[in-house]
């Protein structure tokens, strides 16, 4: 069992019948009343966010969930196809409603991290940067500017992104899919 003061981002809870992975937690006291959790959870099932305050005496189920190695197949109609790596006719589907933005940075034969609660995979985990091609960029133009510029370019997967004005059509960028953005030229 886990108490009000372990919530900590990345912690994985039920909560009502469903798993909830904490993104963020910040203890808040008011004059002399206790301590209250202030926290923001994503639910692992449906991606939707909620923000929620925990008091001195809550305690809660660690959600017991399994990982394991997947490949990303395609993507169509905000459906995605998955594989097992070591199965590939062990298919499953998710939503992209799901998927949340991890979603825009999916390419094919991709190896991601599949999340299993109570025998049904509710989610995937990306790595935290992704490599993708840049597959339209217009020509950067330098301006009266004390800094450098950014551009938006579109990348293989169809995802706009903001990029420095020296990436062109056809270079390979690193992305952070925490944030969703350019990291370096690769």
Do not use: W
Not at 51 to 57: K, L
Not at 82 to 98: I, Q, T, V
């Amino acid at each position: 069992m886990i108490d009000h003061t372990q919530l900590r981002k990345g912690v994985q809870i039920v909560l009502d019948g469903a798993p909830y992975e904490i993104l963020e937690s910040a203890p808040m006291k008011k004059a002399q009343r206790r301590v209250v959790i202030q926290a923001r959870l994503r639910n692992l099932l449906t991606g939707n966010m909620l923000d929620r305050n925990f008091h001195q005496g809550d305690t809660f189920e660690e959600a017991d969930l399994v990982k394991k190695n997947v490949l990303f197949l395609y993507g169509r109609r905000g459906k995605y196809m998955f594989c097992e790596k070591e199965n590939r006719g062990n298919r499953f589907e998710l939503e992209e409603s799901s998927l949340g933005e991890a979603a825009h940075f999916l390419k094919q034969d991709q190896e991601l991290t599949a999340v299993e609660f109570e025998g049904k995979i509710v989610n995937v985990i990306l790595p935290i940067k992704v490599q993708l091609k840049v597959a339209e960029a217009p020509p950067g133009v330098k301006g009266d500017r004390a800094q450098g510029g950014t551009k938006s370019v579109t990348l293989e997967t169809g995802t706009i992104i903001q990029a420095p004005l020296f990436i062109e059509t056809g270079d390979s960028v690193e992305i952070n899919t925490d944030k969703g953005e350019y990291v370096r030229r690769v």
